[in-house]
C-alpha cells in the first residue's frame, strides 16, 4: 500500500521522500516557520527551500524545533543564480548552512542554468559550479547533488562527470508536462521533482481537472499531486493554509484511471509561469 511516508531511491541509495513542501513565496519569519512546522506536524518529511525564497533561517528554525531527529527530515536547498561558479558555491553553500544551522544538507541543487543565452561559456559555468558542488558531496555535506530547471542539454553538459545529477527539479503539472525532460531524465536515471505542482494555483480552476477531481470525490489541487506520483515524480505543493497543507497529503485513498491520465495527456500547455530555462534574465 502506498502512503505519504514513501520514499524514492536516488541513484546514490539515498531515500528521498516522494511528496515535499514547496516555500517558494513563504515569507521568511511567522509565516515560513509556522508553514513548515504545521507540515512538520502533519507527516510531512520533505522541505523545500532555496538560498533564493529568503526563507532558510525559517525553514532551519521550523526543522530545529520540530523534535523529529535529523535524519528524518529530508532538507533541500539550491544554489542562486548569481553564485554559480566553482569558487563561488562554496561560500554560498556556507552561507546555507549557516541560514539553515544543521550539520549536513540532504539534497543541493543549481537552481537554474547558466544558459547560451546569456553566457557563452555557459557550459563551464554549470561544470564548475557542480565540481564544487561535488567536492562537497564527496566530504559527506551533502547527501545527494542534483539540478533545477536544466533542460536535456543542459544536462547532457554534465554526464560526463564523476558524479552526475541524481536529482533535476523542474516545473511540472498537469498543464505543463515536459515530455522530453522527463524522458531525458528518466532514460539516464535522475528522479524528477515538480515544482508548481498545482501551476501556482493557475490551473486550479481547469474544468476537465474539475470532471476528474468530481469523479474521485477529491479536490483539483490533489488530482494534480495524484498525477505527479503516477507519473513517478515527486511533487513539492506549497501552501501557507493548514487546511490545504493536510488535504495536499491526503493522496492515498484514490488513483487516477487510464481515462484521466488520457485526458490529462491532451490537455494544452496552459499551466506553466512563463520563465523558460533558456529564456529567463538570470
Ligand atoms: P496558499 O499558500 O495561500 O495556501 P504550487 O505549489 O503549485 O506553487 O502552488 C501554490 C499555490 O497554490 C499557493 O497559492 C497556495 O496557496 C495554493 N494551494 C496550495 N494547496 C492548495 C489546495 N489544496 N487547494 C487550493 N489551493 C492550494
Same mark, same amino acid.
Given at each position: 500500500m502506498q502512503t505519504k511516508h514513501d520514499t524514492v531511491r536516488l541513484p546514490n541509495g539515498v531515500q528521498m521522500p516522494k511528496i515535499g513542501f514547496g516555500t517558494w513565496? @513563504? #515569507? +521568511?519569519g511567522d509565516q515560513a516557520i509556522t508553514a513548515v512546522s504545521t507540515a512538520l506536524e502533519l507527516g510531512y518529511r520533505h522541505i523545500d527551500t532555496a538560498?533564493? !525564497?529568503?526563507?532558510e533561517k525559517s525553514v532551519g528554525i521550523a526543522v530545529r524545533n @520540530?523534535?523529529? $531527529?535529523? +535524519?528524518e527530515i529530508f532538507v533541500t536547498s539550491k544554489l542562486p543564480n548569481? #553564485?554559480?561558479g566553482y569558487y563561488s558555491a562554496f561560500e554560498t553553500f556556507k552561507q546555507t548552512m549557516d541560514n539553515l +544551522? =544543521?550539520? !549536513? =544538507?540532504d539534497l543541493y541543487l543549481i537552481h537554474w542554468p547558466a544558459s547560451f543565452h546569456r553566457f557563452q561559456d555557459w557550459e563551464q559555468i554549470n561544470l564548475d559550479t557542480w565540481r564544487a558542488m561535488t567536492e562537497l558531496y564527496k566530504q559527506g555535506k551533502i547527501k545527494a547533488i542534483g539540478v533545477s530547471n536544466f533542460l536535456p542539454h543542459h544536462l547532457k553538459a554534465l554526464m560526463e562527470t564523476e558524479v552526475t545529477p541524481m536529482v533535476n527539479q523542474i516545473e511540472l503539472n498537469p498543464g505543463c508536462r515536459q515530455l522530453e525532460t522527463r524522458a531525458y531524465c528518466q532514460q539516464h536515471g535522475i528522479v524528477v521533482e515538480a515544482w508548481s505542482p498545482l501551476g501556482s494555483g493557475r490551473i486550479l480552476n481547469d474544468e476537465n481537472l474539475a470532471k476528474i477531481a468530481k469523479k474521485h470525490n477529491k479536490s483539483v489541487a490533489q488530482v494534480c499531486l495524484r498525477w505527479a506520483l503516477q507519473i513517478n515524480t515527486c511533487p513539492l505543493p506549497k501552501s501557507v493554509t493548514p487546511e490545504r497543507i493536510k488535504q495536499n497529503l491526503e493522496l492515498f485513498d484514490f488513483s487516477l484511471d487510464q481515462e484521466d491520465l488520457e485526458l490529462i495527456d491532451k =490537455? $494544452?500547455?496552459?499551466?506553466? @509561469?512563463?520563465?523558460h530555462p533558456d529564456k529567463v534574465n538570470w
Open positions: 513565496q @513563504s #515569507k +521568511e538560498a533564493g !525564497y529568503g526563507n @520540530s523534535g523529529i $531527529p535529523r +535524519e548569481s #553564485k554559480r +544551522e =544543521l550539520e !549536513y =544538507l =490537455l $494544452p500547455d496552459f499551466g506553466q @509561469s512563463g520563465n
